[in-house]
């Protein structure tokens, strides 16, 4: 939801601006989650913290793809892939440490989203200068395009956010505990 309007961000605040606040705005959300306990508004903030994760998200793949010439373009990628899904490794890791339960997790939570924002701060100056082609920030214009690329995108997207968001409940299903099914997503 949020995507089509990131580039509009970027350029109306700055790429570095709106990857920075996109850090530290879902960083500082999950003290909101750790006060809340009502499913609606927490789906709410998820929702909200999704769309400003967008934004460091699109603006970090924009820049790899921008600044990694052809030679190391595969090294870059393979980098980065290892740093993204790094996270998603480290992620369970902290539930089943501090549990799913109480304050700390959300507190180790927000201190880890918000520190993304550090070395997108440290490497400011290197941002490469906004392309001079035109584009049309649709999506729609995007899909008129290439519509099997980008049906083939937002399936690869909800078929992998859906089952690693399921692996833990398999696990649970299965019997494990729920530190053991946590450490499933790891």
Same mark, same amino acid.
């Given at each position: 939801?949020?995507?089509p309007a990131?580039?509009?961000? !970027?350029?109306r +605040?700055?790429?570095i601006?709106?990857m920075? !606040? #996109?850090?530290?705005?879902?960083?500082?959300? &999950?003290?909101?989650?750790? @006060?809340?306990?009502d499913? @609606?508004?927490?789906?709410l903030?998820?929702?909200i913290?999704?769309?400003?994760?967008?934004?460091?998200?699109?603006?970090?793949?924009?820049?790899?793809?921008?600044? %990694?010439?052809?030679?190391?373009? #595969?090294?870059?990628i393979?980098?980065? *892939?290892?740093? +993204? !899904?790094?996270? &998603?490794?480290?992620?369970?890791i902290?539930?089943?440490?501090? #549990? *799913?339960?109480?304050l700390d997790?959300f &507190?180790? #939570?927000?201190? %880890?989203? %918000?520190?993304?924002?550090?070395?997108?701060?440290?490497?400011?100056?290197?941002?490469? %200068?906004?392309?001079n082609e035109e584009?049309?920030?649709?999506?729609?214009?995007?899909f008129?395009?290439?519509?099997?690329?980008?049906v083939?995108? !937002?399936?690869?997207? +909800?078929?992998?956010?859906?089952?690693?968001?399921?692996i @833990?409940s398999?696990?649970l299903?299965?019997g494990?505990?729920?530190?053991?099914?946590?450490?499933?997503?790891?």
């Open positions: 939801l949020a995507m990131v580039a509009h961000i !970027f350029s +605040f700055g790429a601006n709106a920075v !606040f #996109g850090a530290i705005f879902p960083g500082t959300s &999950f003290l909101a989650l750790a @006060a809340v306990n499913a @609606a508004t927490w789906i903030v998820r929702v913290m999704s769309m400003c994760l967008a934004a460091p998200w699109l603006g970090g793949e924009t820049w790899i793809n921008r600044v %990694a010439h052809d030679e190391i373009r #595969g090294r870059v393979a980098l980065y *892939t290892v740093a +993204f !899904f790094g996270g &998603f490794t480290i992620g369970p902290i539930l089943s440490t501090f #549990g *799913t339960t109480g997790v &507190f180790v #939570g927000a201190l %880890a989203t %918000a520190l993304a924002a550090l070395p997108i701060m440290a490497v400011r100056e290197f941002v490469p %200068a906004p392309s584009h049309s920030g649709s999506a729609i214009a995007a008129a395009l290439v519509p099997a690329a980008m083939a995108a !937002f399936m690869s997207g +909800f078929s992998e956010t859906s089952y690693l968001s399921l @833990a398999v696990g299903a299965a494990l505990d729920e530190q053991t099914a946590v450490r499933l997503l790891s």
